[in-house]
């Protein structure tokens, strides 16, 4: 299983749309359906520091996960250029693996 890590810095007064695009049905879970090995999207806030979010979106594995973002790289764009106005930071933390 492949885990794709992102840390978000959410602005104060977008929390509730922030979280209903990247929460486990929203539309980057809505998005990624479509591919092959896709698995669930998961959005864990902080309870220390409420405007910050971490999202896991899960793969079967790093080839369905790269093919997928090959495949679909320009509504991919749209889709995170509509998103980019809720955040005040964006930090990709990574591909992940279960072992």
Request: aromatic fraction near 14%; charged fraction near 35%; hydrophobic fraction near 30%.
């Amino acid at each position: 299983m492949l885990h794709v890590l992102w840390e978000f810095r959410v602005r104060p007064e977008r929390r509730r749309e922030f979280e209903e695009r990247y929460g486990s049905d929203g539309t980057w879970a809505a998005f990624f359906r479509g591919g092959r090995g896709y698995g669930e999207s998961i959005l864990l806030r902080d309870r220390e520091e409420p405007d910050r979010y971490l999202t896991i979106d899960v793969w079967t594995d790093l080839e369905s996960y790269r093919a997928f973002s090959d495949q679909h790289a320009g509504e991919y764009r749209e889709i995170d250029q509509r998103c980019q106005e809720l955040t005040l930071e964006e930090c990709s933390l990574g591909l992940f693996e279960v072992l």
